[in-house]
């Protein structure tokens, strides 16, 4: 899983006062991509990767909505590191 002094310096953010709303996110970001279905048991350095891409998301975005903007999909990016790792993970059984 990321730190948070790498999401910090990923988010160019050199305060602490949004230190525990960002461990928040890093704790939400790993099961949002678990429980996607994403490992980072093969690539943990992408696993990482999409952990600030979606961190970011959540970070920048804390409002549910934006007047004037268009809501959209995940961010190309993330979706092709997230499939990437799906691919990469191990199957599970299901026995």
């Known amino acids: 899983m990321v730190e948070l002094e790498d ?5 160019r953010i050199d305060f602490n006062e949004d230190d ?4 928040d996110c890093i704790k939400a970001s790993d099961q949002f991509l678990k429980g996607a279905g ?14 600030k891409l979606l961190i970011s998301n959540m970070y920048e975005n804390r ?9 959209s999909a995940l961010d190309f990016s ?4 997230m499939l990437q790792l799906k691919a990469d993970a191990p199957a599970s059984d299901s026995t």
Do not use: H, M
């Not at 999401?7 to 988010?11: N, S, T």
């Open 7 to 11: 999401v910090k310096g990923f988010l």
């Open 20 to 23: 525990n709303l960002i461990n």
């Open 38 to 51: 994403c490992s980072d048991a093969s690539a943990p350095e992408l696993y990482n990767q999409a952990q």
């Open 63 to 71: 409002v549910p909505v934006v007047v004037g903007s268009t809501s």
């Open 78 to 81: 993330l979706q092709t590191i």
